[in-house]
């Protein structure tokens, strides 16, 4: 087997193949997603959804020249600057022939050179992933549960019965929305927003990414560029003109029935007023009006965000799927 390491944004053969065994893997390690549009994988492997941090892309080819799997490596440095973030793939046919393990191998030496103390990687619970990454003694985080909600002819009338109720306690807040990129005049409290509203479980010894408006504009342009149709929702306290609650939601435009929804979230000072769900029922009706070709929202939440996790399930969404990330140590192996 060969390594080998490929520019994204110039070798369109290499990223076609990577994608090719995202596409063959799809149906194995995420039936409940849809498959990955090539856009969108160009975005996160090429464009880096436009976070800006180095990465590096590793095509492993079998002797015959055939692809037969790839990783992407992220070494961020605006946040989490001691850890290394994998996706790595071996293509479902030639899986248990020792492929993935050397492409970890590989990375974990590149992660360790780029100054890693860790390496993480992400597998549905269930996969061959996380078969594979507890082979490989790495230690599982806290449990992410993937949910999705269909929008089907019943939810305008279930929305207005939520909405009614929930109002009463959300008297002094309006609400504003906007399609990116976001109006200047917001983009420094959407930045704060993103700043404060950290306390979202996550795994120990890690940081929430890094956001300031430079980073948040080119992740939005990154977006913009795949054709991303990006909708802010934002519930606002009228007296203190303070955004208090927002909520996001993607659809990409080669899987138009598909709304992916981004950070939602409450200030922390403007909780108890039901704000979470009424900015996710504004959300779904601006899509009834905007994005009626959407079908199905996709969501997910750490499994101990309790208060996330009860307004999704009033809306309807369902379990799809669990997943977490593994751990490697790298330091001294
Ligand atoms: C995980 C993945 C990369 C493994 O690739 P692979 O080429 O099959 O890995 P290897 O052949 O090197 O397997 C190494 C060991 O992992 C374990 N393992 C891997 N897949 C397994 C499976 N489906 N069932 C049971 N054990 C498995 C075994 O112990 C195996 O050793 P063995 O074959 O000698 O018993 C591949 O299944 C894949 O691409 N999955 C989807 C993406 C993913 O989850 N990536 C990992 C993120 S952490």
Known sequence: MRIEQFDPTADAGSLRACHQISLASHPYDVP????????AFKGGWAAGWGLGEPRETWLARAETGEPVGCYLLRLPEKDNQEVGFTELIVTPERRRSGFGSALLAHCADRARLAGRARLQGMAVDGSAGETFARAKGATGGIDEVLRTMDIDAGLPAKLAGLRAAAEPHAAGYEILSWQAPTPEEHLAGLVELQRVNVAIPMDEGMEPMAVDAERLRSMEQAALAMGVRYYTVVAREVASGQLAAPTEV????????????????VRRE??????GLLVKIAMLELFAEQEPGVKHI????AGANEHMIAINEQLGYKIAAVFRFWELGLAGS
């Open 250 to 265: 993607a659809v990409e435009r080669e899987t138009p029935e598909w709304g992916f929804q981004q950070l939602t979230s």
């Open 32 to 39: 409940f997603m849809p498959p990955p549009s090539y856009t």
């Open 298 to 301: 996709f969501t997910g939440n």
């Open 270 to 275: 403007h909780r108890g007023h039901r704000l």
